[in-house]
């Protein structure tokens, strides 16, 4: 189970699923949010101790307005009246947008927008990043593959390059992801959560590796694995270092798929000579 955290939105606090969490800071400026494993950890990101009433109380059907964790009752001006009215002042008393909330649409949470080029951005303990690749005219002579992964908005580590060797739009999966592994390596991560839009790249290397390196890296045809070398050194760069593998639907409106989209057909246009 994981907590969603509110520090800033239309009612801080902490959710316990995607969808409450979403129609609190969707379109709200300056939104901030994160997904955690620990509830103490989500109240903490809050910044405050004031945990919600357990989910089996029971709720008076008052249609009383929960008040944001660190919001004073003075700020609602309450007047000594039956509970229906007191209910219909008490909304008519909030934000249009609050009490009028528009249909939200798909944002990735862990996607928090990064103002500082040296920050990551965290799931619990582990570090998040995206990764994608592309290729057009893929599988063709004139075929242009690139690879991109992103670590947040502006980071130094986001990467957009022309992929090596044979231009397919696997390979560039396979090669976006060691290249984040080997960024991640490098910056002492020890806890990595990858989302990527590739199937076949997850399936490969949580799977598919183990039975390949048993037949000598052949098929159960007896025909060999086309991404051989790949996949050989996605299997060496994930050693020492703990994997989350997360499959994310490919053009769906998450944020972080959508940038590691745009850097890889980013890098698909560059020169190999120019990198």
């Not at 520090?7 to 955690?36: H, I, L, M």
Request: proline share 5%.
């Amino acid at each position: 189970m994981f907590y969603y955290a509110v520090r800033t939105g239309r009612k801080p606090g902490v959710y316990p699923n995607w969808d409450e969490c979403k129609a609190q800071v969707d379109k709200f400026p300056s939104a901030r949010y994160k997904k955690f494993a620990s509830e103490d950890d989500a109240w903490a990101f809050v910044g405050t101790d004031q945990k919600p009433l357990p989910v089996d109380q029971p709720v008076q059907e008052t249609n009383d307005v929960l008040l944001p964790a660190k919001c004073e009752k003075k700020d609602i001006k309450i007047k000594k009246s039956s509970p229906k009215k007191r209910a219909l002042e008490q909304v008519s008393s909030l934000p249009e947008e609050q009490s009028q909330p528009k249909r939200p649409r798909c944002i990735q949470l862990c996607d928090v927008p990064q103002l500082d080029e040296n920050k990551f951005t965290y799931m619990g303990d582990s570090t998040v990043v995206y990764t994608d690749g592309c290729c057009s005219s893929n599988g063709k002579s004139r075929a242009r593959a690139g690879i991109g992964v992103y670590w947040g908005r502006g980071h130094r580590l986001n990467v957009g390059d022309r992929l090596h060797g044979r231009q397919t739009n696997q390979r560039a999966e396979i090669q976006a992801a060691c290249r984040a592994i080997e960024q991640a390596k490098s910056q002492n991560i020890s806890k990595l959560v990858l989302y990527t839009d590739s199937k076949f790249t997850i399936n490969g290397i949580t799977k598919w590796v183990k039975t390949w390196k048993k037949n000598d890296w052949k098929l159960s045809t007896g025909k060999p694995v086309i991404n051989k070398e790949d996949f050989q050194k996605l299997d060496e760069v994930v050693q020492g270092i703990n994997v989350t593998w997360m499959h994310v639907p490919g053009h769906a409106g998450f944020a972080g798929n959508e940038e590691a989209d745009r850097l890889a057909r980013e890098g698909a246009r560059k020169k190999i000579e120019d990198q």
